[in-house]
C-alpha cells in the first residue's frame, strides 16, 4: 500500500480512480483516509497531483464537468455537497457559512463530505445534513444539484487582513455569518464531564504544542496558573499534551489537569460549556469555546487577532511587538528567533492577561 503525503486544503475538484491501494496522510504524517483500488472518488488537485506523482491515481475528470460549483445561484429545493478537508476550527467557520445559507434558502440541503477528525466537529451541529467519510465516491455525487468548493481560498492573498468567515464565506459564495454555528453536545457526554461546583469562577487554560509558534511558552505559562490561582481561580488545563507532574508546582490549590482527556470535540465542549472562561492562543479551543459563547481571552502573536472577530465572545489580544503578526503559525522564526519573541512582549505578559481576565470575568458576573 502506498503513503501519500498532502497538504489537506483546497484547490479545484477532480475525479479519479485508485489504481492501487493508498494511506493519504496529512502533513503531520498521521493517516487521513485510505483509498481503495479500482474505486473512484472526489478529491482536490492537490491530492490527486501527489497520487498522479506517484502512480496511485488516474484522472478521469474535473468535477464541474459533471456537477457545477456553487456560485451564488438562487436556490431552492436543491442538494448540496461541500468535499471538506480543512482542520477542526475550519470546520466550525465551515459550518457557520454553511448555516448562513440555509438561513437565506431554508428548503435546500447541504450534504459534507470528511475527513474522521472534523467530522467529529461537524456532528456537534444537527443542522447540516448527512455527513459522510471524504473522498466522497465519484457515484455519490449524482444525487446532488452543486458542489460547494474552497478552490478560491489559494487565490486569498498571503497575509490578507480578513477573518476566517470572512474568506471561506467569499469563496464558497455563501452569505456573511453573522452568528457562530450552534453546538449540541451529547447528553452522555455533559452527564460524564459534570463538574462539581466550589463557588469561584473556573477558568480553562489551553496548553499548546511545543512546536507551534502560537504556543504560549511553558515558563510564562506556569506563571499564568500561578497567578489565577493565587486570583482565587480554579484552573482546568486542556490540551492534546501530557503535562501530568507539572500541577503540583502550581500551589497549595493544584490545577486540574485534563490534558489528553478531552478526547473528542464532544468531550472538550463538555468541558468548555462549564467554564467561566477560557484563555488561549489562536487554536482550536479558541474556535470551539467562541462558538459555545464562553467569554474567551485569544492571545494572537504569530497569527493574526483578526481570527478572533469571527466570535462575539473571544477578546483578542494581539501582541505589540513589530513582528506579530508574522503570519507563519508552525515552523521556525522567519527572523531567526529561537523561540517567537512576540510571547515575551508586555502587552501579553501573565500578569496582564490575568488583569485583563478578571475584568472579563467581573463584566460577565454583572451582565
Known sequence: MLDLSVCLWGGSVQIV?????????????????????GHRYVV???????????????????????????HGETLGQHRLILP???????????????????????????????PDVPREV????????????????AEQIE?????LSFEEVEAVPRGWQRSCADVFSSCMHTPRPTNPPRITVPPEVQQRWTLGATGRPRVAVHVGRNDSLR?????LLDDLVRYLIDARFEVYLI????????????????AHDLCGRTATPADLAAVLAQMDAVVTGDSFPMHLAGAIGVPTLALFTATDAVIGSDYPAVVAVQSRVRCSPCRIADGVCPLGHGRCIAHRDRSVSPESLVGRLETLVSVVDVV
Open 239 to 254: 490540551g492534546a499534551g501530557d503535562v501530568t507532574g507539572q500541577a503540583e508546582t502550581y500551589g497549595t490549590e493544584p
Open 84 to 114: 471538506f478537508i480543512g482542520r477542526r476550527g475550519d470546520a466550525l467557520v465551515t459550518a457557520s457559512c454553511l448555516a448562513a445559507l440555509q438561513d437565506r434558502y431554508p428548503e435546500i440541503t447541504i450534504d459534507v463530505a470528511a
Open 44 to 70: 482536490y488537485d492537490s491530492e490527486a497531483g501527489y497520487g498522479l506523482r506517484d502512480g496511485a491515481l488516474k484522472l478521469l475528470a474535473g468535477l464541474d464537468r459533471v456537477l457545477p460549483i456553487y
Open 122 to 137: 461537524l456532528c456537534l451541529m444537527p443542522r447540516l445534513g448527512e455527513q459522510s467519510p471524504y473522498p466522497p465516491l
Open 215 to 219: 504556543s504560549y511558552p511553558q515558563d
Open 17 to 37: 480512480e485508485a489504481v492501487a491501494d493508498a494511506n493519504v496522510l496529512d502533513t503531520s504524517g498521521r493517516a487521513a483516509y485510505a483509498l481503495r483500488a
Open 143 to 147: 444525487h446532488y444539484d452543486y458542489y
